[in-house]
C-alpha cells in the first residue's frame, strides 16, 4: 500500500459546484472551468461525488449504471478531459463508488423484478408476506428497511432510500461485476476511488429483529467485510491507488484492519464518532451544544489507537452530507475567521489525510433556509415528516433542519459576490446562501490573510515538514475542555499545536522549552507570549515549532 501521509483531497460535489451550461446544475465541464484554482490551492487529488447515471433521488448515490456518465452532468468525453487536464495540473481523480446498493432503476434490479432468479440473487430479497417484515431494522433514511414486491411476494432490504436496493456481496458473480467497474475506470485514468458506506457490504448469514437499535448492529462491519475487501483490491489491483472507505457506525480496531498497508484492503479510513458530539443520545435528530470534552476523547483515542495499530485517518469535519464545521463547531458571526482557520489548522496538523469539503476552504456557512419548501435532500425532507409526526411544531423541525439538513454543505459554491454567487447563469437547483457576497473565492483567493489563504498555508506545510505528514502524535492539555492540544514529533523535529476551541480567552500551561519554538502557524497576528503559560485568544490556533 502506497504513503498518502503528504497528500490532500479536495472532495466536490459536481451538482453544485460549478454550472457550464445554465442549467442550474452543476457539470463536469463546470469543474474543468475551476481546476487552475484547484491547483493553485495545492491539493492533490479531487473526489467526486457520484456523476453516474441516476434517477437522483439520493442525489447520486443511487446509481443506475456504474460506466455511465448522468447526461445532468456531461458526457464520458467530458470526464475523458477532465481526467485528462487535472492531470496536467496533478490533480488525480478519486471517484465514488457506491457498491452497497444500486438505484432500483438499474439493469440488474429491473431483471430481479422481472422475476430472473440469477438477478433476484444480487440483492437481498427475502420471501414473504404483505404482513411479516423479513426483521424490525429501519433505514436510515426513516422508515422500515425493506419494501414488499407483491409481483413476487417478497421483500427487498434497503437500508438507505427505498429506491436504494442493497446488493448481495455473498454472491460472487455481484463481486465480479463491480470488479469490472473498477478496472473500467482504471483504464480511464482514475487514480484512486472512496467506497461508500463500504463497511455495511457484509450482511449476516441469519436476519433477526433488533431489540436494542436499528439493526445496524447487524451489518456494521459484518462477518466477511474483511474478506470481501481483500479480494476486491487484490483482484482490481489498486493496492497502490488511494483509497478510502467510508465506515459507517464503525469501531477502531475494524478501522485498524480496514487501513494497516498489512492488511491491503484501503488505504484509509472515513470514521464519523467526532461527528457526533452534539447529537443528543446519539440521535442526529436531537439537538444539545456540542461536547467538547468528548471530542477531544475521540480524536485522542482515534489518533493514537491508528498509530499503535498502523491504521490510517481520513481526516475531515465536512463533506455532503455534513453541516457546515464553521457554524457548527465554531462561531460564523464574531469569530468567524478565526474559529474557520483554528478548526481546519486542528485537524490539518494531525496524524492522517486531510480532505477539503468544497466551500470549506473559503469558510462558507450553513445555509441558514427558514422554510421546508427550500430543502431537498431525501433524508431531511423524511426527518421533517418524522419530527412533525412526533409533534414537533413546524418551527421546531425546521429548527432542527437548519443545524442538521445534509442540504446545509450542498449549497452551491460561493465563486464570487455576482448573482447566483457565480455558479450558475441559470436558476441554482438548490438556493445560494445568502452570505454570499461577503464569503465568496474571488474575495479570498489574492488576500493573504484570507481563510483560503491559511488552507493554502496548510497545504504547503503538510508537504514541507515531515513531523506533519509522518510525526507520532501524543495529545497534551487532556482534561481542559477548552484546548485541543497535541505534540508532533519526527525525528528531531516537534511540531506543539495549540487551539482554543471557545470564543474566550484561555491559558495553557507551557514547557520552559516552547520558549524557544517559533510560531510556524497562526491565525492571529503577533507571537504567542510565554510566561508562565501560554494565553489563547478566542479561536486561536498556534503551532510552535522546534
Ligand atoms: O452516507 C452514508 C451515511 O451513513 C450517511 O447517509 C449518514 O448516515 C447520514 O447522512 C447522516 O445522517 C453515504 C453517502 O455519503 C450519502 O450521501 C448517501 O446518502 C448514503 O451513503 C447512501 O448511499
Excluded at 428497511?145 to 421483500?155: H, T
Excluded at 470534552?293 to 489518533?303: G, T, V
Excluded at 493514537?304 to 490510517?312: C, I, R, S
Excluded at 483554528?342 to 450553513?366: C, D, F, K, V, W
Aim: net charge negative; aromatic share 12%; proline share 3%.
Amino acid at each position: 500500500m502506497a504513503d498518502f501521509s503528504s497528500k490532500v483531497v479536495y472532495q466536490i460535489y459536481p451538482k453544485s459546484f460549478m454550472d457550464s451550461n445554465g442549467d442550474g446544475l452543476g457539470d463536469l465541464r463546470g469543474i474543468i472551468r475551476k481546476l487552475d484554482y484547484l491547483r493553485d490551492l495545492g491539493v492533490d487529488y479531487l473526489w467526486l461525488t457520484p456523476v453516474f447515471v441516476s434517477p437522483q433521488n439520493d442525489n447520486g448515490y443511487d446509481v443506475a449504471d456504474y460506466c455511465s456518465i448522468d447526461p445532468r452532468f456531461g458526457t464520458m468525453e467530458d470526464m475523458e478531459e477532465l481526467i485528462r487536464e487535472g492531470e496536467k495540473r496533478g490533480l488525480g481523480l478519486m471517484l465514488d463508488m457506491v457498491f452497497n446498493h444500486t438505484s432500483t432503476e438499474h439493469e440488474w434490479f429491473q431483471k430481479a423484478l422481472a422475476g430472473d432468479e440469477k438477478y433476484q440473487n444480487y440483492y437481498i430479497f427475502k420471501e414473504g408476506t404483505p404482513d411479516k417484515l423479513p426483521t424490525n431494522w429501519q433505514s436510515k433514511f426513516g422508515g422500515p428497511a425493506w419494501e414488499y414486491v407483491p409481483s413476487l411476494g417478497k421483500w427487498y432490504l434497503h437500508l438507505f432510500d427505498v429506491t436504494q436496493a442493497d446488493l448481495n456481496w455473498d454472491n460472487p458473480e455481484v463481486r465480479d461485476e463491480l470488479k469490472k467497474v473498477i478496472f473500467f475506470w482504471k483504464d480511464k485514468g482514475v487514480k484512486g476511488f472512496r467506497f461508500d458506506v463500504v463497511n455495511l457490504i457484509s450482511k449476516p448469514a441469519v436476519f433477526e429483529d433488533d431489540y436494542e437499535g436499528d439493526g445496524r448492529r447487524f451489518y456494521s462491519d459484518g462477518p466477511h467485510v474483511h474478506e470481501y475487501l481483500k479480494e476486491l483490491t487484490r483482484d482490481t489491483g489498486i493496492e497502490d491507488m488511494i483509497t478510502v472507505g467510508e465506515m459507517s457506525s464503525t469501531t477502531l480496531d475494524n478501522c485498524i484492519r480496514y487501513s494497516a498497508p498489512q492488511e491491503k484492503e484501503m488505504s484509509m479510513c472515513f470514521s464519523f464518532h467526532h461527528l457526533k458530539v452534539d447529537y443528543k443520545d446519539g440521535d442526529k435528530w436531537r439537538l444539545m451544544e456540542p461536547d467538547r470534552m468528548a471530542l477531544k476523547k475521540l480524536f485522542e483515542k482515534w489518533q493514537t489507537g491508528m498509530q499503535e495499530g498502523h491504521g490510517w485517518n481520513a481526516l475531515f469535519w465536512c463533506n455532503h452530507d455534513q453541516p457546515r464545521v464553521v457554524s457548527r463547531l465554531g462561531d460564523e458571526s464574531k469569530y468567524w475567521k478565526e474559529s474557520a482557520e483554528m478548526l481546519a489548522a486542528s485537524i490539518h496538523l494531525m496524524r492522517g489525510t486531510p480532505y477539503i469539503y468544497q466551500g470549506e476552504e473559503i469558510g462558507m456557512t450553513n445555509a441558514h433556509y427558514t422554510s421546508i419548501s427550500q430543502y431537498r435532500d431525501v433524508e431531511s425532507l423524511n426527518y421533517y415528516k418524522i419530527l412533525l409526526d412526533q409533534g414537533k411544531t413546524e418551527e421546531e423541525a425546521l429548527a432542527v433542519l437548519a443545524a442538521r439538513s445534509r442540504d446545509n454543505s450542498r449549497t452551491p459554491m460561493q465563486w464570487s459576490g455576482e448573482e447566483n454567487a457565480g455558479f450558475s447563469e441559470g436558476r441554482p437547483w438548490l438556493e445560494v446562501t445568502s452570505n454570499y457576497k461577503e464569503i465568496n473565492a474571488q474575495a479570498q483567493t489574492e488576500d493573504g490573510e484570507s481563510v483560503y489563504s491559511f488552507y493554502k498555508r496548510l497545504v504547503s506545510l503538510r508537504k514541507e515538514k515531515n513531523v506533519i505528514s509522518k510525526g507520532s502524535i501524543e495529545f497534551l492539555e487532556k482534561e481542559n475542555e477548552d484546548v485541543l492540544a497535541y505534540r508532533r514529533a519526527y525525528e528531531d523535529e516537534e511540531l506543539i499545536v495549540l487551539n482554543n476551541l471557545t470564543g474566550k480567552e484561555v491559558t495553557v500551561p507551557a514547557e520552559s522549552a516552547w520558549a524557544g519554538y517559533h510560531k510556524l502557524l497562526g491565525n492571529y497576528d503577533g507571537g504567542a507570549e510565554i510566561k508562565e503559560g501560554i494565553t489563547l485568544r478566542p479561536f486561536e490556533t498556534i503551532a510552535l515549532e522546534k
